[in-house]
């Protein structure tokens, strides 16, 4: 087995780590000022548009979409080790790229169910980075976990679909820029096939009817970065019916086409993570003592590092084979490998983090440093696109389908 990158992937990488020592690590800080003195704290910082303007000029922009028409045209294998590169500050080179979610989904999305009208009007203006979007799926009162227990109901009068649903945790609502949202409702609740009463359809934010609520936290953290998660409220707004996505009944294969290659661009960021904190262990445990002696002399230092190394050259490789099955026998070949990386990668971030969290003792949870951030992040992954459990029970199923 051949486990180089081909020359292509290389040359990018040296960019983007070229791009992140250069430009991303030292606006971390500048960004954390700007945003102190916003006259709205979802506002974007000035230091990102420039960061934003350097990437597209390095060539470094849309790596995410496979679509050469409107991406970079690189496989999944080639994307996720840059990826996991952008993983090392996910609070800016995700934007900084225009990789980040939700728009990478909802540009997918959009270039690959999208009509013309709709690619012009929403997925144009997406790839240059001019506005933001949200996907509207979870709701508060149901397990969203199971699509089909959504009751936000999509009704059609005429020529137009009528919008009315709650919605919440919707990612990137809060902030300004966000000018559209991807909406999944039930057009036919009563249709006898569960996994084809659900559609898509575009909601201008704009839209009278739609009224964005409040900022949801996470752990504490208002995720201003990737613009809120807002509670999100569709009271009879309505869109023409050109706004409907694909076909009616067609909106839980798209969610699950959306998904697949969402899922691995989280589990190479959350690996990127992991890279970050191993970084900081090492140079919190060689520059601090305690009781006399540094702390990168203590035996227990010595496993959590080392365990760590290990945890995470055994993810990269699981989620590198992963990219390479899904360019060469589909998302639906590479179903089993998605759901393994996606229950293995969070948790095992999660304990790399809090290990770190707990070498910088105070100082891992405070905002001097951005270990609780990304362990923030990182514990959400293991609910968001799926909470574990749901990948487990269907992957177990899998596995045991074999014996029956």
Same mark, same amino acid.
């Given at each position: 087995?051949?486990?180089?990158?081909?020359?292509?992937?290389?040359?990018?990488?040296?960019?983007?780590?070229?791009?992140?020592?250069?430009?991303?690590?030292? *606006? #971390?800080?500048?960004?954390?000022?700007?945003?102190?003195?916003?006259?709205?704290?979802?506002?974007? $910082?000035?230091?990102?548009?420039?960061?934003? @303007?350097?990437?597209?000029?390095?060539?470094?922009?849309?790596?995410?979409?496979?679509?050469?028409?409107?991406?970079?045209?690189?496989?999944?294998?080639?994307?996720?080790?840059?990826?996991? !590169?952008?993983?090392?500050?996910?609070?800016?080179?995700?934007?900084? =790229?225009?990789?980040?979610?939700?728009?990478?989904?909802?540009?997918?999305?959009?270039?690959?169910?999208?009509?013309?009208?709709?690619?012009?009007?929403?997925?144009?203006?997406?790839?240059?980075?001019?506005?933001?979007? @949200?996907?509207?799926?979870?709701?508060?009162?149901?397990?969203?976990?199971?699509?089909?227990?959504?009751?936000?109901?999509? #009704?059609?009068?005429?020529?137009?679909?009528?919008? =009315?649903?709650?919605?919440?945790?919707?990612?990137?609502?809060?902030?300004?820029?966000?000018?559209?949202?991807?909406?999944?409702?039930? =057009?036919?609740?009563?249709?006898?096939?569960?996994?084809?009463?659900?559609?898509?359809?575009?909601?201008?934010?704009?839209?009278?009817?739609?009224?964005?609520?409040?900022?949801?936290? /996470?752990?504490?953290?208002?995720?201003?970065?990737?613009?809120?998660?807002?509670?999100?409220?569709?009271?009879?707004?309505?869109?023409?019916?050109?706004?409907?996505?694909?076909?009616?009944?067609?909106?839980?294969?798209?969610?699950?086409?959306?998904?697949?290659?969402?899922?691995?661009?989280?589990?190479?960021?959350? &690996?990127?993570?992991?890279?970050?904190?191993?970084?900081?262990?090492?140079? %919190?445990?060689?520059?601090?003592?305690?009781?006399?002696?540094?702390?990168?002399?203590?035996?227990?230092?010595?496993?959590?590092?080392?365990?760590?190394?290990? @945890?995470?050259?055994?993810?990269?490789?699981?989620?590198?084979?992963?990219?390479?099955?899904?360019?060469?026998?589909?998302? %639906?070949? @590479?179903?089993? #490998? !998605?759901?393994?990386?996606?229950? *293995?990668?969070?948790?095992?971030?999660?304990?790399?983090?809090?290990?770190? &969290?707990?070498?910088?003792?105070?100082?891992?949870?405070?905002?001097?440093? $951005?270990? *609780?951030?990304?362990?923030?992040?990182? %514990?959400?992954?293991?609910?968001?696109?799926?909470?574990? #459990? /749901?990948?487990? %029970?269907?992957?177990?199923?899998?596995?045991?389908?074999?014996?029956?």
């Amino acid at each position: 087995m051949d486990f180089a990158f081909d020359a292509r992937t290389e040359e990018l990488r040296a960019r983007l780590l070229a791009f992140l020592d250069e430009y991303v690590h030292p *606006a #971390e800080a500048v960004a954390h000022e700007q945003r102190a003195g916003l006259a709205s704290p979802w506002d974007t $910082p000035p230091v990102v548009e420039e960061l934003k @303007a350097e990437a597209r000029r390095r060539g470094l922009w849309n790596l995410f979409l496979p679509d050469a028409e409107h991406g970079a045209g690189l496989t999944n294998l080639q994307y996720a080790p840059l990826a996991e !590169i952008t993983g090392r500050s996910p609070q800016l080179a995700p934007t900084a =790229t225009n990789c980040a979610a939700p728009d990478t989904g909802n540009m997918e999305v959009l270039a690959q169910f999208g009509d013309e009208a709709q690619q012009k009007q929403w997925l144009r203006p997406l790839l240059a980075g001019e506005i933001r979007s @949200a996907f509207a799926m979870t709701e508060p009162e149901v397990a969203s976990s199971d699509a089909t227990n959504i009751t936000t109901r999509i #009704e059609r009068d005429g020529d137009e679909y009528v919008v =009315t649903g709650r919605k919440w945790y919707i990612s990137g609502a809060m902030n300004p820029d966000c000018a559209i949202f991807i909406v999944m409702g039930k =057009t036919d609740p009563d249709g006898p096939d569960i996994r084809r009463q659900q559609s898509m359809v575009l909601v201008p934010r704009d839209t009278p009817g739609v009224t964005v609520e409040r900022a949801m936290r /996470v752990f504490g953290y208002e995720d201003h970065w990737h613009g809120g998660h807002a509670e999100v409220v569709f009271d009879h707004a309505r869109v023409p019916v050109s706004n409907l996505i694909g076909e009616e009944g067609g909106g839980f294969a798209i969610a699950q086409a959306r998904l697949g290659p969402g899922r691995i661009h989280h589990c190479m960021r959350l &690996i990127g993570m992991a890279e970050r904190a191993i970084e900081l262990m090492c140079k %919190r445990a060689v520059r601090r003592e305690a009781f006399g002696t540094a702390l990168a002399q203590q035996g227990v230092v010595h496993n959590w590092i080392a365990d760590a190394r290990v @945890a995470v050259e055994q993810l990269r490789l699981l989620v590198l084979k992963t990219a390479w099955m899904m360019d060469t026998v589909g998302n %639906r070949g @590479a179903h089993t #490998e !998605i759901q393994a990386i996606k229950i *293995a990668t969070p948790r095992t971030v999660v304990g790399i983090l809090d290990r770190a &969290i707990q070498l910088y003792g105070a100082g891992g949870v405070s905002q001097d440093f $951005p270990l *609780a951030e990304l362990y923030a992040g990182a %514990r959400t992954l293991m609910i968001a696109d799926g909470p574990d #459990e /749901v990948h487990q %029970r269907s992957l177990a199923r899998r596995e045991l389908k074999k014996y029956l």
